[in-house]
T-cell receptor
């Protein structure tokens, strides 16, 4: 069965520091992968997606993610974190079978220290 | 701007009450979803709908039902609320079945006493 694992439940970084959020997936074929962000009190917003092609994808708000098939990973990165990046981040994989369903990871809460 | 609106941000209900959570989207999307969000568990799919009057069970449908009488509206129903249904409920919509680009509402936080 398809699954997504985010190993880090909570991460704290200093403002201006770099960030990497980990995501591992389990999927037989080439996955369609996503990162969503949920700011406090808000719904989820799409940050970026990977379908095929270039394994390094750029998203909104200065985020990028790299697809590594050999490691079954799709880690999210940002070179310099801003206080407004404090939020919960979800990795997701599109379920196979033309259902349109997303399978989400457990989420990683990012805290940014001044 | 595209918009998914959930009618109630916060609700407090008593055990055994019938609860309706309403969701409306203004993007003419075909597909709508109800997720439940709990700490440490991420988002889990309750039900989804591809079209008016069409519905399919997600991963945790027990204790829930849904209604989609109009394309823009997708309702989640708790026939008899229980304390273990205290949670954040998120509605989402998307056009097409393989985009993965869901548009979410702001959520409805339900507390069942």
């Amino acid at each position: 069965a398809q699954s997504v694992t985010q190993p880090d439940i909570h991460i704290t970084v200093s403002e201006g520091a770099s960030l990497e959020l980990r995501c591992n997936y389990s999927y037989g074929a080439t996955p369609y992968l996503f990162w969503y962000v949920q700011s406090p009190g808000q719904g989820l917003q799409l940050l970026l997606k990977y379908f095929s092609g270039d394994t390094l994808v750029q998203g909104i708000k200065g985020f990028e993610a790299e697809f590594k098939r050999s490691q079954s990973s799709f880690n999210l990165r940002k070179p310099s974190v801003h206080w407004s990046d404090a939020a919960e981040y979800f990795c997701a994989v599109l379920n196979s079978g033309n259902t349109g369903k997303l399978i989400f990871g457990q989420g990683t809460t990012l805290q940014v220290k001044p | 701007d595209v918009k998914v609106t959930q009618s109630s941000r916060y609700l407090v209900k008593r055990t055994g009450e019938k609860v309706f959570l309403e969701c409306v989207q203004d993007m003419d999307h075909e597909n709508m979803f109800w997720y439940r969000q709990d700490p440490g568990l991420g988002l889990r799919l309750i039900y989804f709908s591809y079209d008016v009057k069409m519905k399919e069970k997600g991963d945790i449908p027990e204790g829930y039902s849904v209604s989609r009488e109009k394309k823009e509206r997708f309702s989640l129903i708790l026939e008899s609320a229980s304390t273990n249904q205290t949670s954040m409920y998120l509605c989402a919509s998307t056009q097409g079945q393989n985009t993965g680009e869901l548009f979410f509402g702001e959520g409805s936080r339900l507390t069942v006493l």
